[in-house]
C-alpha cells in the first residue's frame, strides 16, 4: 500500500469554516486524513503500491500479464492509468490493462477481474490496484474525509507455495441509486446528503453481507476479520453493529479515523492491514461499496500467517488549512 506522508486533522478544516471541531470530530469519527503531495497522483501512488505488492509476492514484474487500476480520479481523461503502471513496473507487455470506475469499489472490481483471468488460466499473475486522490468541493462535508492512498494487490494461483491468502468467493449487488456523482465537466462530485446512508450505502452493503452468506454458507460469527467500506467511521460500525461483528473482528482493518476515505483504495487497504495480522486458517470478509451504486462481496481464508510489510519512515508533516487547499488544487 502506499499513503502521502501529508495529513490535515479535521479540527483544521472545521476551524477554518468556523464549524466546532469536536461535534464534526465526533459526527464523522475521523481525525485527520492523508493529503497528496507535490507530484502524487493516481498514477505515482499505484505505482509505488504496485511495485511493493510484486516485491512481497517474491515474483519477478515480468511474471505479470494483467493490470486494472480502479480510480475515480485518473490523471488523464484518455489516458490508462494502467498502462503507465505496467510500463513503469516493466511487466509482461503482452499484458491486460485497463482502467476501472465504480466510486469506491473500482479497485476491489479489479480485483474480481484478475481474479477470473487466474481462475480460466488465461494468466498466472495479475495485478489488482486501487488507488484515489479524492475530490471534494471547499466547504463540502466531503472535504473532511476525502483522503489520498493506493493499495495493491498480486493475485495468481492458490496452490503457489508462497500464497498468502485465498479467495474463496465473491459476488456483487448493483443497483442505479444516484447517491453520488461528478459529470464529465465539474470540478467537484455531488451527492445526496443522508440519501447516501440509506438507500446507498446501508442498502449495498447489507445485500452484500447476505448474499456471500448464502452462497457460502458461513456463519458471520465465525469470520476473524471483517473489513467494510469505509466512507467515515459512523457507516461501518452502524453495519457492524446491525449484523454483530464485533471490536475484535473488526480493529485490524478499520483504518479510517487516521487516513480518511481513499476511495477506490479504502477496502483494500483496510484488507492489506488485516493481511498482515491474520493467522494460517483465518478467515476474511470484506465488503467495498461504491456509488452509484454497488458492493463486492469478498470471503477469504489465510493460507499461512501474515506479512509485515516494511515500515514507512517518513515523518508525517500536517498541513494548515491554504496550504492543504493549494495541494489539493495543484494535483487536480
Same mark, same amino acid.
Given at each position: 500500500?502506499?499513503? +502521502?506522508?501529508?495529513?490535515?486533522?479535521?479540527?483544521?478544516?472545521?476551524?477554518?469554516?468556523?464549524?466546532?471541531?469536536?461535534?464534526?470530530?465526533?459526527?464523522?469519527?475521523? &481525525?485527520?486524513?492523508?493529503?497528496? #503531495?507535490?507530484?502524487?497522483?493516481?498514477?505515482?501512488?499505484?505505482?509505488?503500491?504496485?511495485?511493493?505488492?510484486?516485491?512481497?509476492? &517474491?515474483?519477478?514484474?515480468?511474471?505479470?500479464?494483467?493490470?486494472?487500476?480502479?480510480?475515480?480520479?485518473?490523471?488523464?481523461?484518455?489516458?490508462?492509468?494502467?498502462?503507465?503502471?505496467?510500463?513503469?513496473?516493466?511487466?509482461?507487455?503482452? /499484458?491486460? /490493462?485497463?482502467?476501472?470506475?465504480?466510486?469506491?469499489?473500482?479497485?476491489?472490481?479489479?480485483?474480481?477481474?484478475?481474479?477470473?483471468?487466474?481462475?480460466?488460466?488465461?494468466?498466472?499473475?495479475?495485478?489488482?490496484?486501487?488507488?484515489?486522490?479524492?475530490?471534494?468541493?471547499?466547504?463540502?462535508?466531503?472535504?473532511?474525509?476525502?483522503?489520498?492512498?493506493?493499495?495493491?494487490?498480486?493475485?495468481?494461483?492458490?496452490?503457489?507455495? &508462497?500464497?498468502? /491468502?485465498?479467495?474463496?468467493?465473491?459476488?456483487?449487488?448493483?443497483?442505479?441509486?444516484?447517491?453520488?456523482?461528478?459529470?464529465?465537466?465539474?470540478?467537484?462530485?455531488?451527492?445526496?446528503?443522508?440519501?447516501?446512508?440509506?438507500?446507498?450505502?446501508?442498502?449495498?452493503?447489507?445485500?452484500?453481507?447476505? #448474499?456471500?452468506?448464502?452462497?457460502? #454458507? /458461513?456463519?458471520?460469527?465465525?469470520?476473524?476479520?471483517?473489513?467494510?467500506?469505509?466512507? &467515515?467511521?459512523?457507516? +461501518?460500525?452502524?453495519?457492524?453493529?446491525?449484523?454483530?461483528?464485533?471490536?475484535?473482528?473488526?480493529?485490524?482493518?478499520?483504518?479510517?479515523?487516521?487516513?480518511?476515505?481513499?476511495?477506490?483504495?479504502?477496502?483494500?487497504?483496510?484488507?492489506?492491514?488485516?493481511?498482515?495480522?491474520a493467522k494460517k486458517n483465518e478467515s476474511i470478509l470484506m465488503i467495498s461499496y461504491g456509488s452509484g451504486a454497488g458492493s463486492d462481496a469478498f470471503l477469504m481464508t489465510m493460507l499461512r500467517d501474515g506479512i509485515t510489510l516494511p515500515s514507512d519512515n517518513r515523518e508525517t508533516e500536517y498541513l494548515s488549512y491554504a496550504h492543504y487547499r493549494e495541494r489539493i488544487t495543484s494535483n487536480q
Open positions: 500500500m502506499y499513503l +502521502p506522508s501529508h495529513r490535515i486533522k479535521t479540527a483544521t478544516i472545521a476551524g477554518h469554516w468556523k464549524k466546532d471541531p469536536v461535534s464534526v470530530e465526533k459526527g464523522l469519527g475521523v &481525525n485527520e486524513k492523508t493529503v497528496p #503531495g507535490d507530484g502524487e497522483d493516481t498514477f505515482t501512488m499505484a505505482y509505488e503500491a504496485g511495485k511493493q505488492a510484486i516485491d512481497t509476492a &517474491n515474483i519477478k514484474s515480468s511474471q505479470i500479464s494483467a493490470v486494472f487500476v480502479g480510480s475515480e480520479s485518473h490523471p488523464y481523461a484518455v489516458k490508462p492509468t494502467s498502462g503507465m503502471v505496467a510500463a513503469a513496473l516493466k511487466v509482461d507487455p503482452y /499484458c491486460h /490493462c485497463a482502467d476501472l470506475e465504480f466510486a469506491c469499489k473500482a479497485g476491489t472490481a479489479g480485483m474480481q477481474i484478475v481474479d477470473s483471468f487466474v481462475r480460466s488460466k488465461q494468466i498466472r499473475y495479475g495485478l489488482a490496484i486501487g488507488s484515489d486522490t479524492a475530490q471534494a468541493a471547499p466547504g463540502d462535508a466531503l472535504e473532511y474525509t476525502a483522503a489520498a492512498g493506493a493499495a495493491a494487490v498480486v493475485i495468481g494461483p492458490s496452490t503457489e507455495k &508462497n500464497a498468502l /491468502c485465498s479467495i474463496d468467493k465473491t459476488l456483487s449487488f448493483t443497483t442505479d441509486t444516484p447517491d453520488f456523482w461528478r459529470g464529465a465537466h465539474d470540478r467537484y462530485p455531488q451527492h445526496a446528503g443522508r440519501f447516501t446512508g440509506e438507500p446507498a450505502y446501508f442498502h449495498h452493503v447489507r445485500e452484500a453481507i447476505k #448474499g456471500i452468506t448464502e452462497v457460502s #454458507g /458461513c456463519d458471520l460469527s465465525s469470520i476473524h476479520h471483517v473489513i467494510l467500506h469505509m466512507p &467515515n467511521a459512523k457507516f +461501518p460500525s452502524k453495519m457492524a453493529k446491525e449484523f454483530g461483528f464485533t471490536k475484535e473482528q473488526m480493529q485490524e482493518g478499520f483504518i479510517v479515523p487516521t487516513i480518511g476515505n481513499t476511495y477506490s483504495a479504502c477496502s483494500m487497504i483496510g484488507l492489506v492491514h488485516a493481511l498482515q495480522k
